[in-house]
């Protein structure tokens, strides 16, 4: 199989990126990412994005220092559909955890629908175990652009920052 390497950089996402992000879902999906990135700018979060050459962003996500207390969320992960399970994910976590990190927190927190459950198995892969579940709703816009709330359970998960990652073969 042909393989080529392709350098990305990781920078914060930016007003003028998100005309090239259709790709990340409906006008009241990218109305969130716009909102976060004003955030960032009060401080509040950092908004990252990854990006190959083009300087078009392939993955989004965020870092949100409100919340939990002493700890930091990592959310709104989304990486470009063509481009997923090629470790893009992995690399923009990790990248957000030395942002948290860097923050002084030493709590990274984040959560799964129970409906959508298979990032669940990356997050266990990078560390994250279930610390428990909420009742969690949001707006969702169907391809018609008909806008209904969305109502599920929500799996959180947490990681030790400070942990010392365990050597291949051990446990
Ligand atoms: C979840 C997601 C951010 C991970 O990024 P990624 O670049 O695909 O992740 P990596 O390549 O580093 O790791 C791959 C792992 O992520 C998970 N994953 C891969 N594709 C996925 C998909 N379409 N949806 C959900 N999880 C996925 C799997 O555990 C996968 O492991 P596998 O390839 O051995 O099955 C990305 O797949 C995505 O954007 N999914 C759709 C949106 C989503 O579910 N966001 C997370 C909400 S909590």
């Known amino acids: 199989m042909p393989e080529i390497v392709v350098p990305l950089t ?3 996402l930016t007003h ?3 005309p090239a992000m259709a790709w990340y879902g409906p006008p009241t999906a990218l ?3 716009a909102e976060a990135i004003d955030r960032a700018h009060r401080g ?4 990252l994005a990854v990006c190959p050459p083009s300087g078009r962003p392939v993955a989004v996500g965020g870092a949100d220092y409100t919340k939990p207390p002493g700890a930091a969320t990592i959310w709104q992960l989304s990486v470009l559909e063509s481009l997923q399970s090629c470790g893009i994910g992995t690399l923009l976590i990790h990248a957000l955890e030395d942002r948290i990190r860097a923050r002084g927190l030493r709590w ?4 799964v629908d129970i409906n959508a459950a298979r990032p669940q198995v990356l997050y266990e892969r990078l560390g994250y175990t279930v610390s428990g579940s909420e009742t969690a709703s949001w707006n969702q816009e169907s391809a018609d652009g008909t806008v209904s709330l969305y109502e599920t ?4 998960l947490r990681k030790d920052l ?10």
């Open 108 to 111: 990274a927190e984040l959560g």
């Open 162 to 171: 400070q942990a010392v990652p365990e050597a291949p073969g051990e446990s």
């Open 153 to 156: 359970q929500v799996t959180l």
């Open 44 to 47: 509040e979060v950092d908004y």
């Open 16 to 18: 003028d990126d998100l």
């Open 31 to 33: 109305a969130a990412v």
């Open 10 to 12: 990781i920078r914060p």
